[in-house]
């Protein structure tokens, strides 16, 4: 009979390293050995683990399941890393928000990773940005009914409360003695598992109220321009240069700002629209 792995699988966004951290802690325990696994459990391969812990191989369904067998996984365990396998696997951005959605789905991932949820949860919901800049505003109240009137469109007084209660988890927001409420100088960081997933999601986000500020606002109220241009490989690497520029311009321009009463979102997109040549002659 299996013996049960003393390593928590609902600590990790990375099946490969839960896989690692289980293979070593057994090995220690044990005295278990590669070899020893895949001849046990039947496999081909003798290194056939060592390949998917080095990412050179994935797990199928059914492979996830005989793998959390060897485990000694309980049901739940097993229906979390086989999603986890289903999370880490996924090509497209659909199918990786739809398996994460699942794993923050189990109580016993959000009881092991509370702030990676508050991660998630600033990075896709775009008033939470929205409300950590608004406290820079001189008349700004830690009130939810005042801040969900405030913003544009408004929000529920609920979700106005839960987003002040991320960002003071995150340490992105912060209250002094009296009460008062100012920026908090917590740096984002989210492990390698999501960070660039959770980054896309803002950025996505972000995109989104963009489309619909066209139809909510006035000309007079926001500013939509775009071009197309055909440019060499110099050239690109040159107007990405002037974004970050202008980039860091706008940071800077907030900060001098003595007494600021809106808050605003600019994006900036680069993309190709056709494929790149590799010389003149091809």
């Known amino acids: 009979m299996p013996t049960k792995t003393l390593v928590d699988v609902f600590e990790y966004l990375d099946y490969r390293a839960f896989l690692r951290d289980s293979y070593l802690e057994r090995k220690e325990s044990h005295g278990l050995s590669d070899r020893g696994f895949s001849k046990r459990e039947g496999l081909k391969s003798p290194n056939y683990l060592k390949r998917v812990i080095d990412g050179e191989r994935n797990l199928t369904d059914e492979m996830a399941l005989r793998f959390a067998e060897a485990l ?45 949820l508050a991660h998630a949860a600033y990075h896709a919901t775009w008033y939470l940005p929205a409300i950590r800049e608004m406290a820079c505003r001189p008349d700004f109240r830690d009130d939810p009914e005042w801040i969900a009137k405030e913003l544009s469109p408004t929000i529920s007084k609920s979700a106005a409360k839960d987003a002040m209660q991320t960002l003071y988890e995150l340490g992105l927001l912060v209250k002094d003695k009296r009460g008062r409420v100012s920026l908090g100088d917590a740096v984002l960081s989210t492990g390698p598992e999501t960070s660039g997933f959770h980054i896309a999601n803002y950025h996505r986000t972000m995109m989104e109220r963009a489309m619909e500020s066209i139809e909510l606002f006035g000309a007079s109220d926001r500013d939509t321009s775009s071009l197309t241009l055909c440019l060499g490989e110099d050239g690109a690497r040159k107007v990405k240069e002037r974004i970050v520029r202008f980039r860091r311009e706008l940071l800077e321009l907030a900060t001098l700002e003595d007494e600021p009463s809106q808050v605003v979102q600019i994006n900036f997109q680069l993309f190709p629209l056709c494929k790149a040549r590799g010389g003149a002659d091809q």
């Open 72 to 116: 000694a996984l309980d049901k739940v365990s097993t229906s979390y890393f086989s999603d986890l396998v289903r999370f880490n696997q996924a090509r497209t951005a659909s199918a990786r928000n739809t398996h994460y959605g699942k794993l923050t789905g189990f109580r016993r991932y959000r009881k092991a990773r509370p702030l990676e």
